[in-house]
């Protein structure tokens, strides 16, 4: 069965420290891993995308690396700020051409001051 | 601007009602979907449309229905059939379904309560 996990489930940091979170996957055949932040309320917005030749990728402050041999995804944040308080979801394409998506129930990270 | 636009951002439901949630991208996007999100899980597919006047089951589709007569829209119904429509539904598009490097773009949401 293809699954997405993450993890930690919800996370609480200090503005300007850097954090980590983690997403393992069972998912074959894989095509691509994707990072979505999710404001509250908001549809999910895309961070990063990377096929399985890639094992880093970043966009800013946001860093995410793959393993496609253990399939583990993490995405690091930098420096946080308060407004990086969100939902991160990992989202994995199945199928050999990459047309069936599978999410994550995301991790929540609160950012505080 | 380019975008996707979902609408109304909050719908209240009698039981036994209908009702229609409306999604309009003008990107040009062939592909469009529908999602269903439910706290602590991730989003579960409830129909998609890869070309107008075509669209096919997802996951979780008993209890909704879709009708894609124009690129630029894709509405959900909630029918009454649907036992537990509280949730927040999210419509996404993008380019094609097949690409290797597909993105999906999504709406913001509409958040529909049963009173």
């Known amino acids: 069965k293809n699954q997405v996990e993450q993890s930690p489930q919800s996370l609480i940091i200090l503005e300007g420290k850097n954090c980590t979170l983690q997403c393992n996957y069972t998912v074959s055949p894989f095509s691509n891993l994707r990072w979505y932040k999710q404001d509250t309320g908001r549809g999910p917005v895309s961070l990063t995308i990377m096929t399985f030749s890639e094992n880093t990728k970043s966009n800013g402050r946001y860093t995410a690396t793959l393993d496609a041999d253990t399939k583990q995804s993490s995405l690091h944040i930098t420096a946080s700020q308060l407004s990086d308080s969100a939902s991160y979801i990992c989202?994995?394409?199945?199928?050999?051409?990459?047309?069936?998506?599978?999410f994550g129930a995301g991790t929540i990270l609160r950012v505080k001051s | 601007d380019g975008g996707i636009t979902q609408s109304p951002k909050y719908l209240f439901r009698k039981e036994g009602q209908n009702v229609t949630l409306s999604c309009e991208q003008n990107?040009?996007?062939?592909?469009m979907y529908w999602y269903r999100q439910d706290p602590g899980q991730g989003l579960r597919l409830i129909y998609y449309s890869q070309i107008v006047n075509d669209f096919q089951k997802g996951d979780i589709a008993e209890g909704y229905s879709v009708s894609r007569e124009k690129k630029e829209s894709f509405p959900l119904t909630v029918t009454s059939a649907q036992k537990n429509p509280t949730a927040f539904y999210l419509c996404?598009?993008?380019?094609?379904?097949?690409?290797?490097?597909?993105?999906?773009?999504f709406g913001q949401g509409t958040r529909l309560t049963v009173v």
């Open positions: 990107l040009n996007h062939d592909a």
């Open positions: 989202v994995v394409s199945a199928g050999s051409r990459g047309n069936k998506l599978v």
């Open positions: 996404a598009s993008s380019i094609d379904r097949v690409s290797l490097n597909t993105e999906a773009f």
